[in-house]
């Protein structure tokens, strides 16, 4: 069994707080991913966990036993790390064999063990070479090898996959995570970028300036972000947030912001944390570029929000992107090929948005929390 | 005059254009070489010469060669016997001052501490101090411990010499290596000193040769110390040859010969390690001042 | 149970390994340099408030404070050797740059047997310093010497007195400079070497698109790049020159008269002849404080060319 729990973890470098009380608990096999900006505190965190760091205050917990003081070598870890570290005057078989020759494995069992791990990986073809005629996902890979060798029971990753190119990266993604499933390890992966997160974590902790924002499965994250940090980071192209205010007009309610007008659901709005936070709380409307309607021209049956100009329209293949300037802000709107296609809008036309009801969030723009979640959202919730 | 421009590697410098056909370059280098080399040779010259031609004016070039110094030398002058003193206690000032130095170099390199730069910098002092001023206070305290005329006083008097330089050297050396390669060893199971010594160290092993070739050379031509500390019993070579000069009737031959006993060795140790040296020297320099700039 | 008392036990072995530890790897080289550095340098303070004089044991050891150092400052001797360490060190060190940087360029050409001339070009800066000077001695003895005797043989030929370079008060300081520009324009030439040779390419590429005159280029890129090297040399030459002892003892030891006495020697005449050791001690605290404030200045003037880059 290796679960890790961490708590109350917090680790400070001269003025300035990287780990900021947090706790954590990844259970045994899952792989968990540790997500945010650069300075987050996600990568000192990794750390603590592996035994580089030694944590303030706080408890590191692998497998049940308090490991907080250890030595990373009685810790039972394996670490891929951001560089790789590969030893540069050792053969590719001498880095990958290393921790079993530390702990004097007889040489066949060495051999055998290696022989089994390049195969895995698909580099048995480079353990006689020198680390320094291999290319980058060579080397990646040899660092993973060097990990997994002797079955740890925890598997930590900073940032592997970041330095690879765009394309063998996206390929990287699922190979991680097939291989995780395979050796069975828990596993906890940092990293800043959103879609490797996504796609590979069981459960991700989003974390800013030293505390998690929020932790959770990646399809929650990405509905039911806990504030707007979290909503703002998670998306590509990330959410489009608007200061808005709330108006009662005639029994109904509205979102007002310059040039635009939203109409909210009565019942969802009550449901929600926005009207008791007080009618002076000034409100952030947050709504993913997917989720805009564009319109050319008016139609009927729809509540248009507002009137804007194309700023500028991106193609990328199978969707586009459009910005489009409304009142003194800019919307960004995602939409697939063959709509765009229908919609046949250019720079400086002039459209008409329409923002449903049902894919609306509400943050506060005070505490940046999320007051209301978006209706969709929850109804698949309410679902599952 | 431009010639064909020579592809050999993928970006020629700028200044390297040509294969240098320019006459004058190589004359140029050609005198600098004998200007260099010259008086060294004749030097080398006179030693075997016997006593009247060595000091004959005109100065004579051909002649006819007699070991007759160097026979004096080592059974009159017992020269073979400060060539012993001279090779104990260079080595082992080398070898200490290396051995030592390293881990304070490694220490400064890696650990973040208190006082750290401070430290660093009071290290390098010590290397300010003229050695004379030193002589003084040194000497009455190594007579004050029975260390004056004996090896190990000297051993550690330049252990201590060439401490600031080691370290300084090695410190930018060991930052260049990553702390990932160390941290990655802990985590494979290595304790601290397994790793240091099984990875961190054979990658600093041609920094710590080049340095300890130039410690050698400096330990080796020491004078000032050699001559206030030593005495009969563990005189290096540099004094001894001095003493030669100070003789009214000064044998011109013996001196060249005292000259080549001092110099040959280290000339021919130099020779065969040149590529390490300049090597060591050139990588290490960029990365010094690298390192300088940030640690200012 | 079990786990747990193991967890414990191994974790006051890790801690070790965290705080303290630094300390505990530098302590050989700090008890060393302790020793033998800061123990003779307080001693020297100490000294240097005293009267001590070792040839005059009879007289009573006084305290005298800063005595020493007042009438040190305003001994003509001593100012003597200021003015020819500082002669020598400024002429020294700049005329042995500009040679080591000509051969330094030289050498970023494609040349046959550079090793070769490289080899002997550094034969100077290897050999024995002591070595150096009995060899220019010998190479310089009045009259007899090789050089001596073809120089001499070449005056006559245009008509003047053939110099006698060592034992001519005027000359006597200008060989010695030029036995140091002998000696250590290999050390320039290395460094610069160095630092030429590990010059990226681009900048000139992106000049010669430009059109830039190679002059142009040299006065642009080529200096301003190697700032850091050209400092680095200068530091440590300077230093070093200021501290120079073996070869000038050998030559001259301070003659003829004192036209070559530098502080160093000035200090080993107070110290080994005299016997004044109070004020010789005094003499090597100033001399070390010279030093100091020598190469903080040219620390920082090396740290303000990085700023602005």
Same mark, same amino acid.
Request: positive net charge.
């Given at each position: 069994?290796?679960?890790v ?6 680790k400070?470098?001269?003025?300035v707080?990287a780990?900021?009380?947090?706790d ?14 650069s300075?987050?505190g996600k990568?000192?965190t990794?750390?603590m966990?592996?035994?580089l760091?030694v ?6 917990q692998i497998?049940?036993?308090?490991v907080?003081y250890l030595?990373?070598?009685d810790?039972?870890?394996g ?8 030893y540069?005057?050792?053969?590719v078989?001498e880095?990958?064999?290393y921790p079993?020759?530390v702990?004097?494995w007889p040489?066949?069992k060495?051999?055998?063990r ?10 048995s073809?480079?353990i006689?070479r020198?680390?320094?005629?291999l290319?980058?996902?060579?080397m990646?890979?040899?660092?993973i090898g ?8 925890v598997f930590?990753?900073d940032e592997?996959i ?6 063998l990266r996206?390929h ?5 995570k097939?291989l995780?499933r395979e050796?069975?390890?828990t596993?906890?992966?940092?990293t ?13 902790a ?7 924002q ?5 399809g929650r994250?990405f509905?039911?972000p ?8 998670v998306g590509e192209?990330s959410m489009?947030?608007l200061d808005c205010a709330?108006?009662?007009e005639n ?7 310059p040039?635009?007008r939203a109409k909210v659901d009565?019942?969802?709005?009550k449901g ?16 993913r570029?997917?989720h805009v309607r564009?319109?050319?021209?008016r139609?009927?049956g ?5 009137e804007?100009?194309?700023y ?5 293949g199978?969707?586009?992107?459009y910005?489009v300037?409304i009142?003194?802000s800019?919307?960004r709107?995602?939409v ?5 296609k229908?919609?046949?809008v250019?720079?400086g036309d ?5 923002f449903p009801s049902e894919s609306?969030?509400l943050?506060?723009?005070e505490?940046?929390?999320?007051l209301a979640?978006?209706?969709f959202?929850?109804?698949e919730e309410?679902k599952? | 005059?431009?010639?064909t421009?020579?592809?050999k590697?993928a970006r020629p410098?700028l200044?390297e ?5 320019n ?6 280098l050609a005198?600098?070489?004998i200007a260099?080399?010259?008086p060294?040779?004749?030097?080398v010259?006179t030693?075997?010469k ?9 100065p004579?070039?051909?002649f006819k060669?007699?070991i007759e ?6 059974t009159f002058?017992r020269?073979h016997k ?6 104990i206690i260079s ?5 200490l ?6 881990f ?5 390199a890696r ?6 730069d401070?430290v660093?910098f009071?290290i390098l002092?010590?290397r300010?101090?003229?050695?004379v ?13 029975h260390?004056?005329?004996?090896h190990i006083?000297l051993i550690i008097l ?9 370290v300084?050297?090695l410190r ?6 990553p702390r990932?390669?160390?941290e990655a060893a802990?985590v494979d ?5 397994a790793a240091?010594r099984?990875?961190?160290l @054979?990658l600093v092993t ?6 300890a070739?130039?410690?050698m050379?400096l330990?080796?031509?020491?004078y000032a110390?050699?001559l206030?500390?030593?005495g009969p019993?563990?005189?290096?070579? @540099?004094?001894?040859v001095?003493?030669?000069?100070v003789?009214r009737?000064?044998e ?6 005292a ?5 040959l060795?280290?000339?021919?140790f130099?020779?065969?390690?040149q590529?390490?040296f ?5 990588m290490?320099?960029?990365?010094q001042?690298?390192k ?5 | 149970m ?6 414990i036990?191994?974790?006051r072995?890790a801690?070790?390994n965290? /705080?303290g530890?630094?300390?505990l790897l530098m302590?050989?080289t700090l008890?060393v340099l302790v020793?033998?550095?800061?123990f003779?340098?307080?001693?020297a303070?100490r000294?240097?408030a ?6 005059k044991?009879?007289l009573?050891q006084?305290f005298?404070?800063?005595?020493q150092y007042?009438?040190l400052?305003?001994d003509a001797?001593?100012?003597?050797a200021l003015r020819v ?6 002429e020294?060190?700049f ?5 080591g ?5 030289l050498?970023q ?5 550079k090793?070769?001339f490289?080899?002997c070009?550094l034969v100077?800066?290897?050999l024995?310093p002591v070595v150096v000077?009995?060899?220019?001695r010998?190479l310089l003895?009045?009259?007899a010497?090789?050089?001596?005797y073809y120089?001499?043989?070449l005056?006559k030929l245009?008509?003047?007195?053939a110099p ?8 006597a300081?200008?060989?010695l400079?030029f036995?140091d520009?002998?000696?250590?324009t290999?050390?320039?030439?290395l460094i610069?070497?160095a630092g ?5 390419p681009?900048?000139y590429?992106a000049a010669?698109?430009?059109g ?9 890129i080529t200096?301003?790049?190697l ?19 073996d070869t000038?003892?050998?030559l001259?030891?301070g003659?003829p008269g004192n036209?070559?006495?530098t502080?160093?020697i000035?200090?080993?005449?107070l110290?080994? /002849?005299?016997f004044?050791?109070?004020?010789a001690?005094?003499?090597a605290l100033m001399m070390l404080?010279?030093i100091i404030a020598?190469?903080f ?5 090396l740290?303000k060319?990085e700023v602005?880059?």
């Amino acid at each position: 069994m290796a679960e890790v729990l961490i708590k109350n973890l917090y680790k400070r470098f001269g003025s300035v707080v990287a780990v900021n009380h947090i706790d954590l608990d990844v259970q045994d096999r899952e792989f968990v991913v540790l997500l945010g900006p650069s300075g987050c505190g996600k990568t000192t965190t990794l750390r603590m966990v592996a035994g580089l760091e030694v944590p303030d205050e706080g408890q590191v917990q692998i497998g049940g036993r308090d490991v907080t003081y250890l030595a990373p070598r009685d810790r039972n870890i394996g670490m891929v790390f951001e560089r790789y570290a590969l030893y540069p005057h050792l053969s590719v078989f001498e880095n990958i064999s290393y921790p079993l020759r530390v702990r004097r494995w007889p040489e066949a069992k060495v051999r055998q063990r290696v022989q089994e791990v390049a195969e895995t990986l698909r580099i048995s073809d480079l353990i006689g070479r020198k680390v320094n005629q291999l290319s980058g996902g060579q080397m990646q890979r040899v660092a993973i090898g060097r990990a997994i060798i002797r079955e740890a029971s925890v598997f930590l990753l900073d940032e592997p996959i970041s330095h690879l190119d765009a394309k063998l990266r996206s390929h990287m993604r699922g190979e991680l995570k097939r291989l995780q499933r395979e050796i069975a390890s828990t596993a906890v992966l940092v990293t800043h970028d959103q879609l490797e997160a996504m796609s590979i974590g069981d459960r991700i902790a989003v974390m800013n300036k030293g505390n998690i924002q929020q932790f959770d499965r990646p399809g929650r994250i990405f509905n039911l972000p806990a504030n707007l940090f979290v909503a703002n980071f998670v998306g590509e192209p990330s959410m489009n947030f608007l200061d808005c205010a709330l108006v009662r007009e005639n029994g109904s309610f509205r979102l007002e912001a310059p040039g635009l007008r939203a109409k909210v659901d009565e019942k969802w709005l009550k449901g929600s944390k926005v009207l008791s936070a007080g009618s002076d709380s000034r409100l952030v409307l947050g709504i993913r570029p997917e989720h805009v309607r564009l319109c050319s021209g008016r139609q009927s049956g729809h509540e248009y929000c507002g009137e804007g100009k194309v700023y500028v329209v991106e193609p990328l293949g199978s969707e586009v992107i459009y910005d489009v300037e409304i009142g003194k802000s800019i919307v960004r709107i995602k939409v697939f090929e063959e709509e765009a296609k229908r919609l046949a809008v250019n720079m400086g036309d002039s459209v008409l948005l329409e923002f449903p009801s049902e894919s609306i969030y509400l943050f506060d723009k005070e505490s940046e929390k999320t007051l209301a979640q978006a209706g969709f959202a929850l109804a698949e919730e309410a679902k599952a | 005059m431009a010639t064909t421009v020579r592809q050999k590697r993928a970006r020629p410098r700028l200044l390297e254009w040509q294969v240098q056909h320019n006459w004058w370059v190589y004359l140029i280098l050609a005198a600098l070489s004998i200007a260099s080399v010259l008086p060294f040779l004749w030097v080398v010259l006179t030693a075997f010469k016997d006593r009247l031609t060595a000091f004959s004016v005109p100065p004579t070039w051909i002649f006819k060669p007699s070991i007759e110094s160097f026979v004096t030398l080592i059974t009159f002058r017992r020269m073979h016997k400060f060539l012993l003193n001279s090779l104990i206690i260079s080595v082992s000032a080398t070898v200490l001052s290396v051995g030592i130095g390293t881990f304070a170099a490694y220490t400064l390199a890696r650990f973040r501490f208190a006082g750290r730069d401070d430290v660093a910098f009071w290290i390098l002092t010590n290397r300010m101090l003229p050695p004379v001023a030193v002589i003084i206070p040194m000497f009455m305290i190594f007579q004050t411990v029975h260390l004056l005329d004996t090896h190990i006083g000297l051993i550690i008097l330049y252990t201590g010499m060439q401490l600031p330089f080691v370290v300084w050297m090695l410190r930018g050396y060991f930052e260049d290596i990553p702390r990932a390669l160390e941290e990655a060893a802990w985590v494979d199971g290595d304790s601290w000193f397994a790793a240091f010594r099984k990875i961190t160290l @054979p990658l600093v092993t041609p920094a710590i040769t080049a340095t300890a070739i130039f410690v050698m050379i400096l330990s080796w031509n020491e004078y000032a110390f050699a001559l206030f500390i030593t005495g009969p019993n563990s005189k290096t070579l @540099p004094p001894t040859v001095v003493t030669f000069m100070v003789e009214r009737s000064v044998e011109w031959n013996q001196l060249g010969a005292a000259c080549i006993f001092i110099a040959l060795p280290i000339l021919i140790f130099v020779l065969f390690v040149q590529r390490y040296f300049v090597r060591g020297l050139t990588m290490g320099m960029m990365r010094q001042l690298e390192k300088g700039r940030q640690a200012e | 149970m079990n786990q747990v008392a193991q967890g414990i036990g191994k974790q006051r072995r890790a801690i070790q390994n965290r /705080k303290g530890f630094p300390w505990l790897l530098m302590s050989p080289t700090l008890v060393v340099l302790v020793l033998l550095g800061l123990f003779p340098f307080v001693y020297a303070i100490r000294i240097a408030a005293f009267n001590i004089s070792i040839s005059k044991p009879y007289l009573p050891q006084l305290f005298v404070g800063l005595a020493q150092y007042k009438d040190l400052v305003r001994d003509a001797n001593f100012i003597n050797a200021l003015r020819v360490t500082i002669i020598f060190t400024v002429e020294a060190v700049f005329i042995q740059f500009w040679l080591g940087l000509g051969i330094a360029m030289l050498f970023q050409r494609r040349i046959l047997l550079k090793g070769l001339f490289r080899i002997c070009i550094l034969v100077p800066m290897v050999l024995t310093p002591v070595v150096v000077g009995l060899m220019w001695r010998f190479l310089l003895y009045p009259h007899a010497g090789a050089v001596t005797y073809y120089v001499g043989v070449l005056a006559k030929l245009l008509g003047l007195t053939a110099p006698q370079f060592l034992a001519n008060p005027r000359l006597a300081l200008q060989t010695l400079i030029f036995i140091d520009i002998w000696e250590w324009t290999p050390f320039m030439f290395l460094i610069l070497n160095a630092g030429l040779s590990s010059q990226p390419p681009e900048p000139y590429e992106a000049a010669m698109m430009d059109g830039a005159s190679k002059w142009f280029i040299w006065r642009t890129i080529t200096m301003p790049l190697l700032r850091p090297s050209i400092m680095i040399a200068l530091l440590m030459r300077t230093m070093d020159a200021f501290r120079t002892f073996d070869t000038i003892f050998v030559l001259t030891e301070g003659g003829p008269g004192n036209s070559t006495e530098t502080l160093n020697i000035f200090l080993t005449h107070l110290g080994f /002849k005299f016997f004044y050791t109070s004020r010789a001690s005094a003499m090597a605290l100033m001399m070390l404080a010279m030093i100091i404030a020598m190469s903080f200045a040219f620390i920082k003037i090396l740290r303000k060319e990085e700023v602005i880059r």
